[in-house]
DNA sequence: TTTTATTAATGTTGATTTTACACTTACTAA
DNA sequence: TTAGTAAGTGTAAAATCAACATTAATAAAA
């Protein structure tokens, strides 16, 4: 007898996509205007609705990748939202997700098109529903998977030199870290190459740019470890 | 116009409660045998279906509550689950929580009613849907939030004595732990008080009993720390 | 009453990790 | 040639962690 669930209620389920995007600015997160009711015209999260035949984590990445155009993204779900009126137009949970892309990767054109903004984590804009909320918390998660995961394969270009990484990690912890013991503990954990080129923008001298050593990345994304900075 | 959503598909939303308890056997879960379609007389987590005017957490209290009588407990959510046929009976995505409780406190009527178990997490039998999964990612969660907040105050009764609490945590982490250095490291967090009272079960000599000191635990759940144990 | 058996309670030391801190180098542009 | 700028580098003191064994208290048994 598969109808024993009839009395059960059915709602909606969205899903709520918190876009990390990292720039010589800091932390920034990709936003919409909404063009459509309710709170047309105000600032949101890039989400959706599941659909009947589709997995979360798929409507994650169907998401963004309406929006960015991205494919193959870091993706991590967060947290179900279900405040009776988060949204006034019917009862509707959202489960979040947090996703860390190279904001240079993006596809402009489709961001124009959606009228989606990168905002300094700092200086973003009050969101439509409990968005903020969601936001706070990718924060302290991204925080937290930076102690025992290494970050920025994601979040940097191909190339860049140790004071990105060290700024990405300040950016993200959000505070100030001392470069030296910062170095030495990234050169520890080996997951650099460093290149014979150097990137000459930052200064005369010029810094040394390095990739990610992605075997011993991957390797050390499996193993969990305390990375204290 | 608030009707704007009207083309996305509804879903059933459940919540299943992962229930932890600790005793002299270790840690342990609670779990039903179900007694209706599908999967009658399987074992279970603990579930329901959100209502409508609901919200998850409330969910998941009411839930526990049903089952076990119990108020004012520990609870957090967990994670949502959402393969496609995950549940036979219809498209259902479950959002998990996770509770802790005193083994003792429990009302064993309600318990006997629901035909419901108390098994040790290394032997607890197979369960229905991703049930099991759910399990490994409480464990694992619960494992982490013992490294960054202070635990026991939940699993251990109003007395407990330094061993109670020192089997608590080899439980949860699943690995010896040095007795010496456990106590200091748990007495520099000086969140117990001890007792002019002896526990004369365990030994001759008889030990202490501690309480947890409410304020100092509750001031360490607010501040995240480290705790390498 | 003495002995025995059992678990409780307790501190130290060496090893490791973390933190704080400042000068020299390389290069370009003036 | 000089001046200016960020890059690159090492050490020492402090804090924390990990390993380890003996004595104390008591009840039960002899």
């Known amino acids: 007898m598969l109808n024993s669930y009839s009395s059960a209620d059915k709602v909606l389920l969205a899903v709520d996509c918190i876009i990390f995007g990292f720039d010589h600015q800091g932390l920034k997160i990709l936003l919409i205007k909404r063009d459509f009711e309710p709170e047309r015209g105000k600032w949101s999260l890039m989400g ?9 984590d798929d409507a994650a990445i169907r998401i963004l990748n309406t929006y ?14 279900s405040e009776i009126d988060r949204d006034p137009v019917d009862r509707t949970i959202s489960v979040s997700y947090y996703a860390l892309i190279n904001i240079e990767n993006h596809n402009e054109e489709l961001i124009k098109n959606y009228h989606a903004e990168w905002f300094s984590i700092a200086d973003a804009p009050n969101l439509i529903f409990d968005h903020n909320e969601m936001v706070q918390h990718a924060i302290r998660r991204l925080r937290y998977r930076t102690s025992i995961k290494p970050i920025g394969f994601e979040l940097l270009p191909e190339k860049f030199t140790m004071r990105q990484l060290l700024e990405l990690y300040e950016a993200i912890l959000s505070k100030e870290l001392d470069k030296r013991n910062f170095i030495s503990k990234i ?5 650099l190459n460093k290149l014979d080129e150097k990137d000459m923008q930052s200064s005369r001298k010029g810094s040394y740019l390095y990739t990610f050593n992605k075997e011993k990345y991957e390797e050390k994304l499996l193993n969990d470890f305390v990375l204290n900075l």
């Open 48 to 56: 959706g609705f599941l659909k009947r035949d589709e997995i979360l």
């Open 68 to 81: 960015t155009g991205l494919h193959d993204i870091y993706m991590e779900q967060l947290h179900a939202y």
């Open 187 to 191: 050169n520890s954990l080996e997951i």
